[in-house]
């Protein structure tokens, strides 16, 4: 077991966390979609996005919530 901490958390902890955003690339992947796809979703406003600099992120709680409306949706 690694005793480095960052901020005192231990590193087990920071592996095993979610991340809270993704770069649109990276979100494409997870949901299986292509980049048109995602940018239609992120324009809908169904898919939250921010900007950090000029960065894109795609907050990945957004992805689960629209997993979880579309899966709620199908059945």
Avoid: F, Q
């Amino acid at each position: 077991m690694s005793t480095h901490r960052t901020i005192g958390i231990p590193r087990e902890v920071l592996e095993a966390a979610k991340p809270l955003a993704v770069p649109v690339k990276t979100a494409c992947k997870l949901l299986g979609v292509g980049n048109t796809t995602m940018w239609a979703l992120i324009k809908d406003g169904r898919v939250k996005t921010t900007r950090i600099g000029r960065r894109r992120l795609v907050i990945y709680a957004s992805l689960e919530t629209l997993l979880i409306l579309e899966a709620g949706a199908a059945s």
